[in-house]
């Protein structure tokens, strides 16, 4: 007994289909698991003090840009004390302002500079991550989620609620993520 040639496409047609729901499947979930995989490994190589750890989940250059903005920006806002439009010590103490936030840009935005920002502005020798006590990675706990297809945002709370938050932006770059944004805490820009 032979069976029908109708009978065996249909077969081959609902295994085509299974496999492809399958694939479909797996694509979908190593896309949502990606910035997640992503933040696990910052996490590990920020406990761990790894730096060449870290630099394989960060974007340097976009980090330094987004840093140096915030930076200038911070660092250009008219302060209500200073006044005298015009004069040239306020135009040159602009200028210095402006180089020096440039310096720290470009010093926080090296793994060591993440590192010291996300462990407490302090390095420590790990041999083992997973044995760091929970209260010296505080930074590290918080909310996070997806703000489109190519963002992921990880919001970090410390000790001070809304005044010492630190906000990470992870970026899509073909099917990796990586660091390329954060946003520091008011707490420690300059007023």
């Known amino acids: ?11 081959q047609g609902r ?3 299974l496999i492809a729901i399958v694939v479909g499947l797996i694509v979908v979930g190593c896309f949502a698991a990606g910035p997640y995989i992503a933040w696990w490994n910052i996490q590990q190589a920020v406990a761990s003090d790894d730096p060449a750890r870290l630099a394989r989940w960060m974007d340097a250059e976009a980090l330094r840009q987004n840093l140096d903005r915030q930076l200038a920006t911070s660092a250009m806002e008219p302060s209500p004390m200073i006044s005298g439009d015009g004069d040239p010590f306020l135009m040159l103490s602009l200028g210095l302002a402006t180089a020096l936030a440039q310096g720290i840009a470009s010093a926080l935005t090296t793994p060591e500079g993440i590192i010291a920002i996300l462990g407490e502005w302090g ?9 760091i006590p929970a209260e010296k990675t505080r930074w590290l706990q918080g ?11 990880v919001i ?4 001070q609620e809304k005044k010492d938050e630190i906000s990470l932006l992870l970026c899509r770059q073909g099917l990796s993520w990586r ?4 946003s520091l805490p008011a707490t420690i820009l300059p007023e």
Request: glycine share 10%; with cysteine.
């Open 15 to 17: 295994r085509m289909a």
């Open 123 to 131: 390095p420590r020798q790990v041999t083992d991550a997973s044995s």
């Open 179 to 182: 660091l390329c944004d954060i």
């Open 143 to 153: 909310e996070s989620g997806f703000e489109g297809w190519h963002r992921f945002r």
């Open 156 to 159: 970090l709370h410390g000790h």
């Open 1 to 11: 007994m032979t069976e029908k040639p109708e009978m065996k496409q249909g077969r």
